[in-house]
């Protein structure tokens, strides 16, 4: 193991991050729920993923294949009334979107409009830059990711992010980038457990073909492609209900970008995600639902125009959607 850097505070949703809240702007819940009614995230949500013997083979083809949703069941994430700063100055004004179980959700707009701030709040990451602060809630099948009874590690587990530049743990073997994220939340395995995981989490990836002899080669030697990909999976190992994405193929060539996007689709069996991305080809190649984030000049960012993507690029309600996805801006 490493020792901590800061690639590992950045790594993805399950590594070791500071425990610190920001505070809560403003408290949005009209009506709190009566105590006992608030679920938790771990008596809710918490699946543990399931033994398979070593060796098995995980190919989708290959009879028993672990099942679409075997691991945990697909979940709906919600932001409602999402507000976010940073010192005084707001950045998002109530931002209301469902990203529905199962669906690909794209998140499209210029940039500075606050699609990767609000992406952030979706797995309370906003909350680790010392001057930023929030209103608003987020669900994960009805449950506040910022209830304060919640730990804050539960939902960086079952809600992972992928970033722009691929960053896996360089030096670190392949195989233990992979189970890097069970390491750092505490979570315990056997070595043939492990085995497993990495298998089935580098083939969900869809690069275990490519790795499965060099697993004990650090990460840091595979192409920009692979190494997205690498990450990918270490998201996959703690079993996240969601995948959120920020530009996760702006720093990659146009074949890797079809490799992680042919991957996209395999995933959305599984986990639902949410990606962000400047690519209007890719944002209707891969995703059901679309949503136009726009700040007008000095003012927060918000959601001009959200639904299908078919349907918001084919007969966009809303003048500007129709300027940016034909590219008369931004
Ligand atoms: N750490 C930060 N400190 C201060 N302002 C920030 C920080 N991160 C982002 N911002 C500002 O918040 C706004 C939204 O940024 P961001 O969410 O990154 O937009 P997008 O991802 O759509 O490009 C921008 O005006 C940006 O300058
Ligand atoms: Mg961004």
């Known amino acids: 193991m490493e020792s901590m850097n800061d690639e590992m505070i950045n790594a993805d949703a399950t590594q070791v991050l500071p425990l610190q809240k920001a505070p809560r702007r403003r408290e949005s819940r009209l009506r709190p729920p009566a105590r006992s009614a608030v679920p ?115 939902a960086r587990k079952h809600i992972g992010m992928v970033f722009q530049k691929p960053n896996p743990f360089p030096a670190m073997s392949i195989y233990d980038n992979v189970i890097a994220g069970l390491t750092l939340t505490g979570q315990r395995a056997s070595n043939d457990e492990k085995d497993y995981l990495v298998e089935s989490c580098l083939t969900k990836a869809g690069l275990w073909k490519e790795v499965r002899d060099r697993l004990r080669e650090p990460g840091g030697g595979l192409s920009g492609g692979q190494q997205q990909r690498l990450c990918i999976a270490r998201s996959l190992a703690v079993t996240p209900r969601i995948l959120l994405m920020d530009e996760p193929c702006s720093a990659l060539d146009p074949t890797s970008t079809r490799v992680i996007e042919e991957t996209m689709l395999e995933l959305a069996r599984e986990v639902t995600i949410v990606i962000v991305t400047h690519n209007m080809q890719q944002a209707q190649r891969v995703s059901q639902n679309c949503a136009f984030f726009l700040a007008a000049q000095g003012t927060p960012g918000g959601i001009v125009e959200h639904g299908p993507t078919d349907a918001m690029f084919g007969n966009p309600i809303d003048p500007r959607t129709a300027d940016y996805v034909n590219g008369r801006f931004g």
Not at 63 to 72: E, S
Not at 80 to 106: H, K, Y
Not at 129 to 138: F, Q
């Open 40 to 154: 938790t995230l771990t008596s809710r949500l918490s699946v543990p993923w399931r033994k398979r013997p070593a060796g098995q083979d995980l190919s989708p083809e290959a009879p028993g294949h672990a099942a679409v949703g075997d691991l945990a069941p697909l979940a709906t994430l919600e932001g409602r009334n999402v507000s976010a700063w940073f010192g005084e100055r707001q950045v998002l004004d109530r931002v209301n979107l469902v990203m529905p179980a199962g669906v690909i959700t794209s998140l499209i707009g210029p940039s500075g409009c606050g699609k990767s701030t609000f992406l952030r709040i979706l797995n309370r990451m906003h909350e680790l830059v010392p001057s930023a602060s929030l209103a608003g809630e987020v669900l994960l099948d009805g449950v506040d990711i910022y209830d304060p009874e919640l730990k804050l590690v539960d």
